[in-house]
């Protein structure tokens, strides 16, 4: 404020106008670079904006937007922004330092109206400038977070459903709200209540993201922090934040009830009685009044039936109907709490049984007690009482008596002569002495208070019929449906009249017994037609629609057990008597007023004066139900309609008597049916008992198998984890073997390629030799020789080839079987694997064992074949040798001259070539040794694995037969010999070389 007030003493010449004042300092704000130049400009447009609030909204608010995008760390600054543009857009600001505002050159101000709302439109186009205000809700700084608080509050109350729109639409939007409540500091957590009450009306979405979020454990936290209903204005805005959440808002109310919410709400109406020259603050009323509120939300006739039985079976195990019930007897309560709290317990008690029969129990403290409806009955028909009070009296009496046939039998039989008893003052006392008071709204108010005692019970309607009344000393007394009529008869005010109507309508209907009474007293037909013959004002036209209601009732349950008021007579009276158009028009005139259509919106009655108490809830109800009905009875019946009524009589008794066939038929099907069901019950039994000796019998065996379990094998669970992962080893090192495996298979089958090639060749060469050996016939005896010494060692040295390559594919065979039994064996491991995490059993290592010691005799088998094979291939390198050898000196030595160098250059390149092929047959032998080496290592992992498995039997408890183990040691002992002659081979083989 100093500020500005210097600033406006630095100007040149007369003083500026607001405008021009606001207008520079938004300069101001924009073109400084300095930080403190710009706060201060911006305190200055605060002190400005509440009375200048169309100038710095139009000139301001943009500048003001992008200072909180610019200058966000700076939280005066901030503050001063968020404080000004909420003065610019609140419709009522408060005018504390308007004092101290310098004046401008006595302007007069007028604003158009909500300036507010325009500006809040202008700023929430921008989704950007809500986020902007919900970035500031995390800041904890308290210059920068109330400000938003206020500033978002405002904003809800200008534009409620868009900045909910907004709101919800952001990710976290709500929640960073609902963070206000749980702030520590008062100030900030008060407003935040303020702003979500804003928020919550009237959108179920947010209400149900709210109630998720917490809201009403926090809430009650806080009403029981602030001390109940003795708290402040805080527990206020903690219960109207409530009703918003569940009014009208199923969803929430069930979360309410099954959190065990409800039993929260009890301590809440724990007060003590206020002293004589006390009283209650006017906060404790309002608090108790908004608690008493949201316990009516909970039970409101319009929730679900399902709901409201929950809530009421609730608050009576928890003991809230009880608090209730006292704070209705006690004293020293004020007027509104005391109604408000008969309003709720009526609503708690409505068409639930228990409560019903708990509110029945509960007793005034008076000396003699007194049943607590009697006292509410006496206030009901007292006229000094308030008019809301007595209202709220009929209500409770209303869902005291709704599906309750208990409690309308023990109104009804308090009317009775056997059962009055002069001592005490009785309900039905007490509604008879309305009924007949001089007091309209008492006539009014008993009448329907005695019709909700016969609604749907046709029973009590005829017990009531048996009520005498003593009119006067001297005379005899007259039944209480016959002092009604004559009440009726005497005129009087139209709520009186309307009242009375009421209670005969709701009699008379659905009780033949009580239409013959009414008929039996010959002045009440005559009565009624010229009632509703009569021409009436506009209130007036209300109680003929009624009196022609009546009638109708008499017509439609007439036994014509009375021979002048029989349905014909009746019907024939209506038609030339009163017109059926005309009688139409007064039943269709009640359900066009205003009176009918006010009745019909809620069951609790809500008047705001006296003399608008016309209808009643249930009343209208019944209107409704016979209206069609009657228009049908009064009606006479043409000749075609009686022959279509005979018609359908006699077909009815068509349909009688076969429903009569069909239900003997159904009940030979049920005797028999019954027979077959005793016997299945007999069956059944038997049953269960051999399911009850099986069950036993199970038990017994898993109690058998659990100790045996505990005494001989108690793996633990590493234990197991570490033989599956071994298992699981085994398997990818068995499956790595199985493509070396192929691979071998492959390089074999390649080299048996080459071979085949090899022998071609040998035989296109002897097939050379032996043309050539043709052509030297002619020649020397020597020469011949020698052609054929030649031509000899090349066709043995085909003939061991081609048995060579017959062998090779012998052995490719069996290789190809071992790798089909190293497959079987890795799909049984994989199997073995699966079943090991449950822990094998004995069998399944039983069976594996045999099944290893066949495939090691197999192997053994195929390893000393193997071994003979190399032997004797061994042996025919070696004579090739010598073959060679020989064949090189015969050469040498029987060539002829003429041909000699030819021949020997061939015969060189042969003798190459074949010890070429003997260094390729020598390694090949080798590669053989190798793969037997390979495979005598794979057997010892077998061995390895069977002797872990026997021991595995063993701690199983398993029997192993000693042949088992000497199997072991011989098979130890048998590849350790055979490791030795290995090594004595290879030793011979590097001899040789």
Known sequence: MNYLKNFLATQPGTQPTGAETIERLCDRVQSSTLLDDRRDAVRALKALSKKFRLEVGTQGMDILINVLETDRTDGEIVNYALDTMNNIMCNNPEDDDDEDIPQTNGEVRQEPEDLGGQFTEIFIKKLENVQLL???????????????????????CNRCSQMQQIILNSPVGVSRLMDLISDAREVIRNDGLLLLIQLTKGNAAIQKIVAFENAFERLLEIIVEEGHSDGGIVVEDCLLLMMNLLKNNNSNQTLFKEGGLIQKLTPFFDITEASPGGGWSAQKVTNLHLMLKLVRTLVSPNNPTVSIAACQKVMNTCGLLEKLCMILMASGVPADILTETINTVSEVIRGNTANQEYFASVNAPSQPPRPAIVVLLMSMVNEKQPFVLRCAVLYCFQCFLFKNEVGQAQIVQTLLPTTADASA?????LLCAGLFSTDALSNWCASVALSHALKDN????EQLLRVQLATSIGNPPVSLLQQCTNILSQGGKLQTRLGLLILLCSWLSDCSIAVTHFLHNATNVPFLTSQITDQAEEDEQL???????????????????IENFTKERLQQLIS????????????SFVTKSDHYSRAARSPQPRYDAPERVLLDYEFVALFRQYEGVIMKAVRPKTKEEEQAEQKTIEDHAGIVTQYKELIREQDAELHSTKQELQEVKVKLSETEKQLQEQASMVQQLRDQYSLLKATKGRESPQVQQTEAAGGAEEVARLQGELGDSKRVLESKTQQLMERDRTIEQLKNDLTVAEAKAAVREAGEDGDAGSTEDSTRPLQERIEVLTREKEELRTQLSSQETQIQTFRTDNEALKSKLSAQTNGPSP?????????LQAKLAEVESDRACSEEENRRLKEQVQSLQVQNSQLQNSQLQN?????????????EEEVRRLSEEKKRLEEEAETASKEQDDLLVLLADQDAKIKKYRDRLKELGEQMDDDDDDDDGDLEDDEDYEDEEEEEEEDGDKGED
């Open 134 to 156: 919900l970035n500031f809700l995390e800041e904890y700084d308290f210059r920068v977070r109330w400000p938003t608080v206020k500033l978002m509050t405002t904003l809800l």
């Open 425 to 429: 003052i009785s309900a039905g006392q």
């Open 843 to 851: 069998d399944a290592v039983a069976a594996e064992t045999a099944a």
């Open 895 to 907: 060539s002829p001259a003429a041909d000699g160098n030819a021949d020997s250059a061939k015969l």
């Open 458 to 461: 046709p029973t009590q309607k």
């Open 576 to 587: 030339k008597r009163i017109g059926l158009e005309s009688f139409e028009d007064k039943l």
């Open 543 to 561: 109680a003929q629609g009624l009196f022609a209601l009546l009638l109708g009732i008499c017509v439609h349950y007439n036994d014509n057990s």
